[in-house]
Structure formats: structure tokens, C-alpha cells
């Protein structure tokens, strides 16, 4: 945390940290209840053992159970996040993998050193002026080749949150996207997409993954 960060990062850090333990909740059990999620994470462990295997950050890890469940599929994954509380819950909840507290729109991981990115609705908090930077981060760490995966909720509205689970005072802003417009952020910074995926096209809030590398 330095005195240069955006009041948005501050505030959803903030938040993040007053609502961990809501959230962890909130979450648990969410890969074995949805198996186009799990087999998402499942495809992405494929396309990082294809590319040679190796380091693969979980950026936006929350409590961390993508980055235990890629670890159990057997890949060598490790967490990043903006909230020192949810690092506290996952490295409580994963003793043996390793989280550190980072953001990532300013990485702390030399050039080339992953082997895989995956942003599992982590980047619904970063607003659009700061997108393309927080890309060309990914980019700028990911092995040439290396896979990327990104979720994130469809549609076209910000949403301000003031409420946490349960109950919990929270400011956090959450951005839902086009998959078109999430696309065109990632070919500006040099990735190339292979494949789209929306889920829940007729529900409220459908959900996107893209894969790229
Ligand atoms: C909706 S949760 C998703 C957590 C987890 N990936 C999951 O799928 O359940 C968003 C997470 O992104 C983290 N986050 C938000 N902005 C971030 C940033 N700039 N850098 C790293 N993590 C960030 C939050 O702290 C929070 O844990």
C-alpha cells in the first residue's frame, strides 16, 4: 500500500478486508456446485501443462480455493491479493501454497516468470481507465505462450456495493462487461483470444471466461 494509490484501490482493499470472512463463506463449495466453472479451471490447468508447465499466479486469489483446487489438479499455483484478510484466510485455509498481498495493476513479479495467469472475477473491481495497464501487467509477467484466463460478470453497469456478507459495512465497485470489450483490452495488450464463454446467458448476471495467451 503506498500514499500514490487510487481511492478505489483503497476502498475495495478496505472493504475486501472488512468482508473476508463473509465472503470465504459466500464461496465455499462454489467449484464442486458449478461444473462449468470447475471445468473452466480444469481447461486451464490442460493449457498450462500443454505450455510446458511451471509457476502460475492466481491473481485476485480471495481465500484461494481456485489456487487449491489448481494445486490438487497439479498445478504449481500461487495466490496474489489486494487484501492482507483474505491472504490471512487462505493461507490459514492452504498451509502448504504460497499468497502474498499484491495488486495487479503493479505486479511484483519479474518479466516472463509465469507459466499461467488466471483472474477468477477479480478484475469486476478495476475500472476501465486503469484495464489496459492492469493487461499489459499480465502480459508483461506471463511467459511468451503462457495461458490466461479471465472471469468476470457480463453486462454493461457499475454497481456500487455498501453492504457485505452478511450484513457488513463495505464500499466496493464492481464492473460488469461486455466479453467484446474485455477482448479488445487483452489484443491491445498483445494476447490472442481462443475462446469466449458466457454462462448464464438468460440469467441476471451471466458470467464470462476468456481464455487467451
Ligand atoms: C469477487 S472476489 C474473487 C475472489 C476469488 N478469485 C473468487 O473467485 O472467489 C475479488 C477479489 O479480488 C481482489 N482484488 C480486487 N482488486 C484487486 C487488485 N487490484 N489486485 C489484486 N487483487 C484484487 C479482492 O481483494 C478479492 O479478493
Do not use: N
Request: charged letters at 25%; glycine letters at 12%; proline letters at 8%.
Amino acid at each position: 500500500m503506498t500514499a500514490d494509490d487510487p481511492a478505489w484501490l483503497v476502498a475495495t482493499r478496505s472493504s475486501y478486508d472488512t468482508d473476508a470472512a463473509g465472503y470465504t463463506e459466500k464461496v465455499r463449495g462454489l467449484l464442486s456446485e458449478r461444473p462449468f466453472l470447475r471445468a473452466s479451471v480444469a481447461l486451464f490447468a490442460e493449457f498450462v501443462r500443454a505450455a510446458g508447465g511451471g509457476p502460475v499466479a492466481d491473481v485476485g486469489c480471495g481465500p484461494g480455493y481456485v489456487t487449491g483446487h489448481l494445486h490438487e489438479l497439479g498445478v504449481d499455483a500461487f495466490g496474489i491479493d489486494l487484501s492482507p484478510e483474505m491472504i490471512a484466510i487462505a493461507r490459514r485455509d492452504y498451509p502448504g501454497l504460497r499468497f502474498e498481498v499484491g495488486t495487479m495493476t503493479d505486479l511484483d513479479l519479474p518479466d516472463d516468470s509465469v507459466a499461467g495467469l488466471l483472474a477468477f472475477w477479480s478484475i469486476i473491481h478495476i475500472p476501465d481507465d486503469a484495464m489496459p495497464g492492469v493487461f499489459d501487467e499480465f502480459r508483461r509477467v506471463l511467459r511468451p505462450g503462457g495461458p490466461l484466463l479471465v472471469g468476470f460478470h457480463v453486462g454493461d453497469e457499475t454497481q456500487r456495493s455498501s453492504e457485505g456478507y452478511p450484513g457488513r459495512p463495505i464500499d466496493v465497485t464492481s464492473h460488469r462487461r461486455k466479453p467484446s470489450q474485455v477482448a479488445g483490452w487483452l489484443r491491445d495488450a498483445r494476447f490472442t483470444i481462443e475462446a469466449e464463454m458466457v454462462f448464464g446467458p438468460d440469467a441476471r448476471v451471466p458470467g464470462a471466461i476468456l481464455f487467451a495467451k
